[in-house]
């Protein structure tokens, strides 16, 4: 119940260095931003149950993206390892595969 009623514009995360857990006001959902490809991500992985309750309207795409199996990710890489790999897939069709740690 602590997530649905009371106040419920805000989030909150544990310092790892300091062990205090830190809470900061967040916008109503009537004004959120569309999830960004990292927060995307995240849902993912995480896989909670999503659905609409009463009263309220669950994103759609939301829902798929929680209930999907397949993986989604968010690199950074270099402008030079960027035209590496688009060389590569110029001259052979396809880049080698990479895996993380």
Do not use: W
């Not at 397949?70 to 396809?94: A, M, N, P, Y």
């Amino acid at each position: 119940d602590i997530l649905c009623s009371g106040e419920v514009d805000f989030v909150f995360a544990q310092n790892p260095v300091t062990n205090l857990v830190e809470v900061a006001k967040s916008r109503p959902v009537q004004e959120a931003a569309p999830l960004s490809a990292a927060q995307l991500a995240v849902l993912q992985m995480a896989k909670p149950t999503l659905r609409s309750r009463p009263g309220t309207m669950m994103d759609p795409r939301y829902v798929a993206v929680s209930r999907s199996h397949v993986r989604t990710c968010q690199v950074q890489i270099g402008i030079e390892d960027l035209k590496q790999h688009l060389d590569e897939f110029r001259d052979t069709g396809s880049v080698k595969r990479f895996t993380m740690a």
